[in-house]
């Protein structure tokens, strides 16, 4: 039965306080409230978490994708190398610039893009390989990259759940070619809802900037087919406010994990690779028995979620005549999606909190 005494511990808790909320009044008082000043200082100072690149704000994480592809010149005809084990926005947005999905498996351990696997999935049509930093862990970028320099491939972050994350010592977002943050509220920072492209190629900045603003640097004088994926500044004043307590949150995250890490035992805790920094977006174990876990969970009012429960190559969208493509043969994927368990991690948590989910999931048992 439920434990009527004890509030419940959501699986995450997005902050909107008094800073925020003061920032957004003084932008709507002040009257530009669209791609103006607060825009351009959320970029400036964005710049200083992915080690100098230029930053383009965009409207949403998916559009930092999209647009992303589109500046780098991917169409129809190329074929990009995602993981199926992501939320489907990054394989969406290559179907969307007209290219094709090419689904590649997943390490165990890091639940991120196998660079084995990612290495035989290159073909003649390759043009980019799109690795996702899956739970604020950074993929193995430091083999990914060579391998797309060996074929002349692009490579573009999906680093929507990575604000802050490193692999030896360099950010997440300054790691490919181009790299895409979220800031939707649920992330490790948020302006309620937008997107951060990052690139070290100011030409490629440049592209994004008339991408995002139907075509024009300058009002009427469209240079490119474009579309509207502006920032408010709105959002970007809320995003400016959150970046100011990202490295407290952050440090917060991982002080939850690592005390979770060393009190449970009834999951398969996550495993940090060599060099990585882990931002934990979400604190995420393999337990066996997920349903009864979670029900278990529920009635000691811990929450927790699935991320992912259907790889992306199982999703409609992107079956072959009603069933998976035969091509995608992806064990690491499947094993992940039946087994993966998402707790609380976020700063919000207390003490006594942690506790309790450790002691919830400790009672549950299920470690595979």
Known sequence: MPVEAEEPIPAASPVIGDAEIEAVVRVLRGGRVVQGPEVAAFEEEFAGLVAGRHCVAVNSGTSALYLALLALGIGPGDEVIVPSFTF????????????????????????????????????????????????????????????AERHGLAVVEDAAQAHGAALRGTPAGALGTAGCFSFYPTKNMHALEGGMVTTADAETARTLRLLRNQGMEQRYANEVVGMNARLTDVAAAVG?????????????????????????????????????????????????????????????????????????????????????????????????????????????????????????????????
């Open 240 to 368: 400016r406010e959150q970046l100011k307590r990202l490295t407290d949150w952050t440090r917060r995250r991982r002080a939850n994990a690592a005390f979770l890490d060393a009190k449970i035992a009834g999951a398969v805790a996550p495993p940090v690779a060599a060099g990585a920094r882990h931002v934990y977006h979400q604190y995420t174990v393999r337990v066996r028995g997920r349903d009864g876990v979670r029900r278990h969970l529920a009635e000691r009012c811990v929450g927790s979620a699935v991320y992912y429960p259907t790889p992306v190559h199982r999703l409609a969208p992107f079956l072959r005549d009603g069933r998976p493509d035969p091509r995608w043969d992806l064990p690491e994927t499947d094993r992940a999606a039946a087994e993966v368990l998402s707790l609380p991690v976020h700063p919000g948590l207390t003490g006594e909190e942690l506790i309790r989910v450790a002691d919830a999931v400790n009672e549950a048992g299920g470690a595979p």
């Open 88 to 147: 489907a926005a990054t394989a969406n947005v290559v179907r969307l610039v007209g290219a094709e999905p090419v689904f590649a498996d997943i390490e165990a351990g890091s639940f991120c893009l196998d660079p084995d696997a990612a290495a035989a999935a290159v073909g003649p049509r390759t043009a980019a390989i799109m690795p996702v930093h899956l739970y604020g862990h950074p993929a193995a970028m430091d083999r990914l990259v060579p391998l």
